[in-house]
């Protein structure tokens, strides 16, 4: 990896842009092929560091979606007959290509989002290791025998739904790209991905990769926008099945989309998730699960930890605890060694999380630490917000009810344990939560009451693959990241024989 921290902040980007630029695809990749799109429409994708545009993408729109998924039918016969361990070798080398060019994913990804290179490359691991992941656990795809006739052979078989369409956001490119094909290929489907606009990047240059490991067809990837490339793609006749992580609202679209062809939906959405703090927890463990995530990706994750609910008892250490960690942040330039957090990734990202600073100063939260834009040569041409921590809110203001999706936590206090639970659920969402205690039966006791769908104790957002992810109440439906997903994936057939007219 070259050296990109000497020189000011435009030049380092400059620089790694041009060095970036072998690594870039910018057309659709369609049928095994990288091609444009019809109408020969490009879109900028921008680097938030420095609001320069590093490459010019293929703006798809429905023709071209059509093309895709006529690629992915015609390649679903052949690879849906495809056993178990033929698929298993496809994405293990699959996540073997991405493992040979960290480097270069890392580069391409840390671009496009603004995330620091130490970061992005752990990203682009984690990509390669879920796809590792679904190459193992295909093997465990299997129907059942069903002893309810002696007169029958009764059997069921797991099959695949054909044509896959998948939307994915900007805030984890090249995972979120892994998350969804690793399930997808696994069972025999085949796909049409729509990256986000903002960072497609990553996407496109796995397609590069896909060229010489997975049979023309049965991965395709349409760049553009959501209601250009992305709706027509939920409503095309010949997808059977949908998976989507975004926004809550776009969430209902698309399953509005889904349920005009009663076609399933998987879907990953957003989060306001609470982490407790107890009086007997380890603050240090509190503080760290708590800022640790919430200020990873610059608070740009959707089970962030962003309500912390605090006892009154260790209130005022922890707040001293929890500002001394986020002052820690050293907020600039995703390409400088030592950058923890870079710039949000979109200006449509930085106009939200600066109009909610606005908005918890106006419902009179205090805030501890933060609530601006930092100054530095680092940060004056991007994106940038400084990492905020909002005290004395109310569980009913619009900073803890609405999500904010940047590096803005607010903490609420809390006395009455039933109270707090009470509070603790009351959100639209509930994807995640967390709590620090070292009682076990009060952890058993609160994980039980608390609606979401990932509870973590003393610790927070630890997701090997393996581990099922997804949310409660309008934060999605299904499970990701585990074996469960690839039922998600598939359609259970039931064939019952009668074996006294069969020679079997
Ligand atoms: P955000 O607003 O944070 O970008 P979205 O939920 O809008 O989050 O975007 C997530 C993904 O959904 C992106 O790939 C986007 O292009 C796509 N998208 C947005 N609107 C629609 C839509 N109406 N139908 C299908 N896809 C959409």
Redesign the pocket.
Known sequence: MPEYYSGNVVDNHRDAIEEASTAIETDLFIGGKFRQSEGGDYFETVDPTVKEPIAEIARGQKTDVDAAVSAAADAADEWGDTVPPERQEVLRELAERIEDNVEEFTLLESLDSGKPLDVARGEVERAAEFLDYYAGVCRSIEGKQLPYDSDALIYTRREPYGVVGQ????NFPLVMVAYKLGPALATGNTVVM?????TPLTALRLAREAQDVVPDGVFNVVTG???E???P??EHPEVRKLA????T???H??MK?AAERAVPVTLELGGKSPFIVFPDGDLDVAVESVAGVMYYNTGQSCDAPSRVFVHDDVREEFMEKFIERTHEEVVGDPLREGTTMGPLASE??FDKVTSYLDVGRDEGATVETGGGIPESEDTEHGYFVEPTVFAEAQNDFRIAQEEI?GPVETVISWSDYDEMIRQANDTEFGLAAGMATNDVSLANQTAEKLEAGNVWVNKYATLPPGTPFGGYKQSGIGREHTRETLLAYTRCKTVDIDTTHSPM
Request: aromatic share 14%; proline share 7%.
């Open positions: 939307i994915i956001p900007w729509k990256p986000a606009e903002q926008f959501g209601e490339a992305g709706q793609l939920t989507f992580t975004g926004e609202t776009t969430g679209a698309i989309s449509a990202q999706f």
